[in-house]
């Protein structure tokens, strides 16, 4: 049973850079698809960030790109998202998912929740 | 980007009742590259349909989707108790990944 799991702070300070990895149990990232950051707010929804395979190929959304990098370790079996410049906008709920190859997500963690405040 | 429209906002049914729910792409980018996830509650969305009806591995047939291009509709035959939730459509035929809005079914 492939299962994902996020991790990271849970409150930044705005400008400061979030950082959260996602940890993949059950299926070894390596063996292939995208792996995935989606983040969910009251106001916006679901936004998909950005995704990445296990050699480090990224798609990040526009709206997001300047300030997104997604990367890749998969000695770890883990993929990581930094968002840099933060402000209060981006307080959501991030969740990590598997992008199957044309593009929707099988699998998902449980989320977890950042706010961005002083 | 392409905009997915989902209807009606709220839709308030019996268990046991037919839903029929509506997602409309700004743009028919979409063709059948098209996705339904439920949510519950402090849940993560779980997918239901891909491929605008292919069923997910698990998905009761009570569910079922169709569509092409800017029209798709998720339809569930006999609503289960379980099934009173947030559904949202998802298209990935063109960058960036775009959801709908959600259409929450609830209990009437």
């Known amino acids: 049973q492939v299962q994902l799991q996020e991790s990271g702070p849970g409150l930044v300070k705005p400008s400061e850079t979030l950082s959260l990895t996602c940890t993949v149990s059950?299926?070894?990232?390596?063996?292939?698809?995208?792996w995935g950051w989606i983040r969910q707010t009251p106001g916006k929804g679901l936004e998909w960030i950005g995704s990445i395979n296990h050699g480090g190929t990224t798609f990040y959304n526009p709206s997001l790109n300047s300030r997104v990098t997604i990367s890749v370790d998969t000695s770890k079996n883990q993929f990581s998202l930094k968002l840099n410049s933060v402000t209060a906008a981006d307080t959501a709920v991030y969740y990590c998912?598997?992008?199957?190859?044309?593009?929707?997500?099988?699998?998902w963690g449980q989320g977890t929740l950042v706010t961005v405040s002083s | 980007e392409i905009v997915l429209t989902q209807s009606p906002g709220t839709l308030s049914l019996s268990p046991g009742e037919r839903a029929t729910l509506s997602c409309r792409a700004s743009?028919?980018?979409?063709?059948?590259?098209l996705a339904w996830y439920q949510q519950k509650p402090g849940q993560a969305p779980r997918l239901l349909i891909y491929?605008?009806?292919s069923r997910a591995t698990g998905i009761p047939d009570r569910f079922s989707g169709s569509g092409s291009g800017t029209d798709f509709t998720l339809t569930i035959s006999r609503l289960e108790p379980e099934d009173f939730a947030v559904y949202y459509c998802q298209q990935y035929g063109s960058a960036p990944l775009t959801f709908g809005g959600g259409t929450k079914v609830e209990i009437k």
């Open positions: 059950g299926y070894s990232i390596s063996s292939g698809y995208y």
């Open positions: 491929g605008a009806s």
């Open positions: 743009q028919s980018g979409s063709n059948t590259n």
């Open positions: 998912a598997r992008d199957v190859p044309s593009g929707n997500f099988d699998y």
